[in-house]
């Protein structure tokens, strides 16, 4: 049963509503510092931490908690008459109930003027160490470290006479065992970026011990193939418009491959365009169609168009509002997952009766935390890790390199398909033409054989490459791919530009009368 609490939060959202419905069911309310004057000042009785354990609180609030009436109050075991005797004998009265919010380390880091110093002051010691304390005896101790905890919390004391079950107290010292490791962690990560400790110390990127967290989502059937088993995790820190972020509106549980391609999907499409409706479809984690229109149904058919048959069973990602007319549509394909920022109610009806149809809605969102700036991929016994491929070329970046310029139309072709080439696996060759794909070539070991494979797959789409414009995600090596291209039909290409024989291939281009353009920014994607 709760009878004693103490509450000493950074976060005072929700703090004084629960401390007033706290005293409201009779349980005593110790605090600290600015939360026990908040609390004073709102009418409610609380004692001091000073008061309980006799001391003030001492060098500049660094000692406050750290007193055996604190953590003797937390860690005797009630069922230990050796505990129960000990504290007795030493005036100690039990702590039933802890509320705790640590210095704000992350936020304080995360500003650009934070000196090493504040950061140092911004490391809480007495918070973790009776968060750990309550935790470890949470046989007995209830202990919150999030606001979203209070209201369930209070529920069941009101259900059960102020008790609160086994069960909600593992779970919640679950949740507290994980807090303090994230905190820290994110010390370590900052104290090991610094290349020197001084008040002007340089950060590297990439710190000497790296630690990240991560919260599981959901367990799944198995992973990339049946005979391997798999989990989806969320990163602690993930940015409001990831895929992290989905709310399933209704089918089957998503599967390994699924949340892969998803994310694939849901990327390439928040990054076409911010002014038009587009559509990205994926297949085995590359795009198979992507188009641009006025609405969510026109891009959808434009991306169908470039390669209808492997859209079946793909992925599909819209950037505006799956409405009724774009449901139509695309319900009559079989689709394992759709995803949109919003589904209208005549939308979901659509998809109702197609209970396998997963239906994904995903803020757009805005920005990238800190963490979310950096890719990872596990190799054996280590971990790569990168900064995200997050750069979009501008056209005034654009590099004219060849005798005849690009139109406005050209251009226009020119930097969608390069948009589009970013998320393609390399070697990856894109033709495009009227704000939609009309040839993938994806994945070769040669660049000339995804020029190639690109231009058949417009072929059996119906779609003529002539006057197209095409996206080369690294230099052409040789000028054989670039004759490829042309002799497809294209008249305009995007490329990075950089090879020693980048010369040979701009006379090329000159030989055949068409533009060429270098961006000076290469997108591999293993």
Known sequence: MIRTALLSVSDKNGIVEFAQALHQLGVKLISTGGTAKLLADKGLPVTEVSALTGFPEMLDGRVKTLHPKVHGGLLARRNSKEHMAAIQEHDIDTIDLLVINLYPFTETISKSECSFDEAVENIDIGGPAMLRAAAKNHQDVTVLVSPDDYSSVLEEMRRNQNAVSYTTNLALAKKVFAHTAQYDGAIANYLSSLNELHEHAKHSPYPQTLHLAFERVQEMRYGENPHQSAAFYRDIEAPTGSLAHYKQLQGKELSFNNIADADAAWECVKSISDSEAACVIIKHANPCGVAIASTALESYLKALQTDPTSAFGGIIALNRECDEACAQAIAKQFVEVLIAPHFSESAKAIFASKQNVRLLEIPLGEGVSSLAQYDLKRVGGGLLVQSSDSKNVLPSELKVVTKRQPTPTELTDLMFAWRVAKFVKSNA??????????????????????????????????????????????????????????????????????????????????????????????????
């Open 429 to 526: 060759i894109v033709y495009c033409a009227n704000g939609m794909t009309l040839g993938v070539g994806a994945g070769q070991m040669s660049r000339i054989d995804s020029a190639r494979i690109a231009s058949i797959k417009a072929e059996h789409a119906g779609l003529s490459l002539k006057g197209s414009a095409v996206a080369s995600d690294a230099f052409f090596p040789f000028r054989d791919g670039l004759d490829v291209v042309v002799a497809a039909g294209a008249k305009s290409v995007i490329q990075p530009g950089g090879s020693m024989r980048d010369e040979e291939v701009i006379a090329a281009a000159n030989e055949h009368g068409i533009t060429m353009v270098f961006t000076s920014t290469r997108h591999f994607r293993h």
